[in-house]
């Protein structure tokens, strides 16, 4: 079981840099801005657990480095899942283990934010939703490579 939870972090850290990366392309492609929810999903939590973030300009500082921290342990996660679940399920077909894994992160990357009421998919439109699932098949495709690769 250590080998499965190793090698999913491994492959969940490689997907989460290709979930940043295109994620940070897409940003210098089309020109815009990133997303504030993960900072304002941490001031949330913080403020739900009593975790004091300092002063106003140091706040927002430590939220700019929590809501990023939050999505990356996100991002292990899933893959520590992954590599879990193909230890109990070796024979998945590959790109079915690609749909998997690239639901599975997007719940954990999103359903936070929808249960903190910061967003709402019914009112993303095209162009949002796709800001969205490229990214996180991005995360689900190097994962499983990933994964796969080290599994040998």
């Given amino acids: 079981m250590a080998h499965a939870c190793r090698n999913g972090l491994i492959a969940g850290a490689a997907g989460t840099v290709a979930l940043n990366a295109l994620t940070y392309l897409d940003m210098a492609v089309r020109g815009r801005g990133p997303s504030s929810t993960p900072e304002q999903a941490a001031g949330i939590l913080a403020g739900k657990t009593g975790l004091d973030l300092g002063e106003e300009e140091t706040a927002e500082h430590r939220k700019e480095g929590i809501g990023p921290l939050l999505g990356m342990a996100a991002g292990l996660g899933v893959g520590v899942a992954y590599g879990l679940f193909r230890r109990a399920v070796p024979r998945l077909p590959r790109p079915l283990a690609v749909l998997a894994v690239g639901a599975a992160v997007m719940v954990a990357g999103n359903a936070p934010m929808v249960t903190l009421g910061l967003t709402d998919p019914r009112e ?13 098949l991005g995360y689900s495709l190097a994962t499983v490579a990933a994964y796969e690769a080290i599994s040998r």
């Avoid at 993303?124 to 996180?136: F, K, N, Y």
Wanted: charge should be negative; aromatic fraction near 16%.
């Fill in 124 to 136: 993303w439109g095209t162009e949002g939703w796709l800001s969205d699932l490229v990214p996180h």
